[in-house]
């Protein structure tokens, strides 16, 4: 529990009578927490890391889950007290390797990593929560033939789900009032009794797909740590640790930085704001979801400074955290962390887990003959850096495609496309410096990567008002058309659309709330959009249910469900051929 601010010595003062004083030392146990998150199944190296942000290129090689598991087991080596966790988002918006399995592979080689107990994070909900519920319990998939591969790649069939523990105390079953999985779990080790609460940020709702969260609320996370502290303190808890997935930023202006600094105190950040609500009992906080490194000392409740720890995400970093516990009156003396670059070039120390290295190789073998499958071509670099009006090449041409996809009668007869930029998880490099530079030739495995998410294409109707109001809840503040209940500020950034050819308008952040894009300016083909009118509009399924706050497009009418997303960018490379970037031409900002 907290910091006890008593010296760790007594003396027993017996000076008046001539003898010596006397020392006695409170003794105390070490436990050490090793963490991670947002592994996002990165079971391959995620590539290289940049030593420090101001360094103009990444040069140490990183990542790859047997070489994690070396890392953890080395520091569990250093200490038979250990705990390893993770912060969340350990599956979901995962490369080919795992995703082609549903993230069945990633819950495989954790298991054998020593993984204890998991915060879900919300990318544990994209498969819904049904699916997340058997990847804690195993099985196979009810539809998919690619589940339970044990045979094949040397793992128990059916699939065994998770070892470890999936915690989510803000997540409730509302037909139940009871939370979605355990709300914490306690741990004996070294002798004492450590308490690890885990959440999810309360937001969830507003970045999954809406019908992956149906039945369930998220709560407010501060509240729900404060309210559990009582449950644990009358369990005999000696050490309160929340895994959490929410984070914060670190300033890029700060380019002295490296994983270990806290530059900027995490100042504004969900994150901290959390932290400063938490009961003066919560020992550490180990944090994720924004995917940076930052090593902090932040302010709780009571203005004690605390540990607040996140390593990056892929398996790039991971955190080695010290717990020294005064076992005479189960205070917390000191937290100590730091986080570690998982190097793969550490051969002198560190043993990578062949078993864990086989079972990635055997889904890679299952999967190479998807991956390798060339769909199409590019002339230069697609990429998702944006203008200075938030238009991206890459969002040009994946709006264009699913345009594509949906524009003919039958299938949907759409006049515009809209694509969110959260969706879009990569670029699409040209080759550079290889055997075969200048081919441009795009993969599967490659396409999958921009888009892994699963969603199928859904045209429907707008008024052309509405295609305004859409246009607004761009722009945070904006809740026009928000359903009852719905948060009005779940987005703490503006979430530019990417449109197709032939949608064009003008916006200017005004500080006017629904108060940024022009109406006269909104144009299909050249011609002003009439707000009476209807148009067909295709977005994908995860937009077309609110998510990401677009709540206008659920009131579209006379909705058609088309193709896969994916499928819709491979046949927008068989009809063109090679393709070149976007224009950037199609969102202007307004004079």
């Not at 100590?336 to 043993?351: F, G, K, L, M, Q």
């Amino acid at each position: 529990m907290k910091l006890n601010k008593l010296a760790f010595g007594i003396a027993l003062g017996l000076g008046a009578f001539g003898l010596a004083h006397a020392v006695t030392t409170i003794p105390t146990v070490t436990i050490k927490i090793v963490a991670f998150n947002d592994f996002h199944g990165q079971l391959e190296s995620p590539g290289n890391l940049r030593n420090l942000p101001s360094d103009p290129t990444a040069t140490i090689p990183v990542g790859g889950v047997d070489w994690l598991a070396g890392y953890v087991e080395n520091l569990k080596s250093q200490n038979p007290s250990s705990i390893v966790v993770s912060a969340g988002d350990i599956i979901g918006a995962t490369p080919l390797v795992s995703a082609l399995f549903h993230d069945e592979p990633t819950i495989e080689t954790m298991n054998r990593l020593g993984l204890e107990f998991n915060a879900v994070g919300n990318h544990e909900f994209d498969e819904g929560k049904n699916e997340l519920k058997r990847m804690q319990n195993g099985g196979c998939h009810p539809t998919d033939p690619n589940s339970c591969q044990g045979a094949s790649v040397g793992t128990p069939v059916p699939f065994e789900g998770a070892a470890f523990k999936f915690l989510a105390a803000n997540v409730v079953e509302t037909a139940t009032g009871k939370t979605l999985f355990p709300q914490y779990a306690i741990k004996v080790v070294g002798g004492v009794r450590i308490g690890f609460i885990g959440m999810t940020l309360k937001e969830t709702p507003t970045i999954v797909t809406p019908t992956g969260v149906a039945g369930l609320e998220f709560k407010d996370e501060a509240a729900t740590v404060n309210a559990l502290i009582p449950k644990l303190r009358a369990r005999g808890v000696e050490a309160v640790v929340v895994l959490i997935h929410q984070g914060g930023t670190i300033p890029v202006s700060q380019t002295a930085s490296t994983i270990n600094n806290c530059d900027g105190g995490l100042d504004g950040s969900p994150l901290k704001t959390i932290v400063n609500q938490l009961d003066d009992e919560v020992d550490l906080v180990i944090s994720g979801h924004t995917h940076q490194a930052y090593n902090c000392q932040i302010a709780n409740k009571a203005g004690r400074l605390i540990s607040v720890t996140s390593a990056n995400s892929q398996g790039r970093v991971l955190t080695d955290i010290d717990v020294a516990i005064n076992t005479a009156n189960g205070e917390v003396s000191s937290v100590s962390a730091e986080n570690i670059v998982v190097d793969r070039r550490a051969t002198a120390t560190i043993t990578p887990n062949a078993a864990i290295k086989t079972i990635v190789n055997n889904y890679k073998t299952l999967s190479t003959p998807i991956a390798n499958r060339v769909i199409g071509s590019i002339s230069a670099a697609i990429t998702t850096t944006a203008n200075a009006a938030g238009e991206s090449a890459l969002g040009d041409v994946i709006a264009d495609a699913q345009l594509l996809a949906t524009r003919n009668v039958g299938f949907g007869e759409a006049v515009a496309a809209f694509m969110n930029p959260g969706g879009i998880r990569a670029n699409l490099t040209y080759p550079s410096g290889t055997a075969n530079e200048g081919d441009g030739k795009v993969t599967y495995a490659e396409a999958f990567t921009v888009q892994p998410f699963g969603n199928t294409v859904v045209t429907l109707t707008l008024t052309g008002a509405q295609i305004h109001t859409l246009l607004e809840q761009q722009f945070t503040g904006c809740t026009v058309g928000y359903p009852a209940g719905a948060p009005a500020s779940g987005q703490p950034f503006n979430r530019i659309l990417q449109v197709s050819d032939g949608f064009s308008y003008e916006w200017k952040e005004k500080g006017t709330a629904c108060d940024n894009v022009d109406p006269a300016s909104i144009k299909i083909n050249g011609v002003v959009v009439d707000p009476a009118a209807s148009y067909r509009i295709t977005v994908n399924n995860f937009m077309a249910d609110g998510g990401d706050q677009y709540y206008v497009l659920t009131q579209g009418t006379n909705r058609l469900g088309g193709a896969l997303d994916l499928d819709a960018l491979e046949s927008y490379f068989t009809v063109n051929g090679t393709v070149a970037p976007g224009p950037q031409n199609r969102i202007l900002p307004a004079p």
